[in-house]
């Protein structure tokens, strides 16, 4: 069921406990809450999408370089996931790279997680590089991540 209507706001340390419920339930290797409490700390960009009853429908967090912003975690509750809301997030991180004069947004997937793939790459991402070995994986291996980039003067307004 798509919510009725959602917004976003920006991520605060009670938000914490929440983020962390949807987060363990979506990866396989989740961030710790001291993970996204260090996020806060260095004040990155950190937004969380609610539906209009309150309900944590996704967030994102994400560095600002030189120019350049890099999204570190997106993540949609999965009973809502192909609703077209890491779409929405996605838009709302292109208007606050802009805002913040960058001309690149860059981002890590893993190579097995083939949905966020198709997700980021219809957005207009395009895979430029691997990270060997960059993730941690089941029975200790490891696995490599997709470095992809959205250079936003080529991507629409
Ligand atoms: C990857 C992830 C963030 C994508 O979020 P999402 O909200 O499901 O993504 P969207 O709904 O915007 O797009 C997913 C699909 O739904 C489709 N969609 C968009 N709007 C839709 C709607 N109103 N109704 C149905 N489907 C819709 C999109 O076209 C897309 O289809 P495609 O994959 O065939 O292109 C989400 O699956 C997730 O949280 N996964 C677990 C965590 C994760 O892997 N995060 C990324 C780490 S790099």
Redesign the pocket.
Known sequence: M?PVSCCLHAMQAGDVEAVLAIEQR??EFPWSRGNFIDSLSACYLAQVLRSADGTLL?YFLAMQGVAELH?L??????E???????????DALQTLARAHGCEQIW????QG?E??R???A?YGFAEVGLRRAYYPAAEGRREDAVLMSLRLAESAA
């Open positions: 798509r979506a990866y996704g999204l975690n997106i993540t949609v509750l999965p809502c996931q192909g609703q077209g809301l890491a779409r929405l997030m996605l981002l890590e997937v893993r997680n949905r966020a198709r997700v980021y219809r």
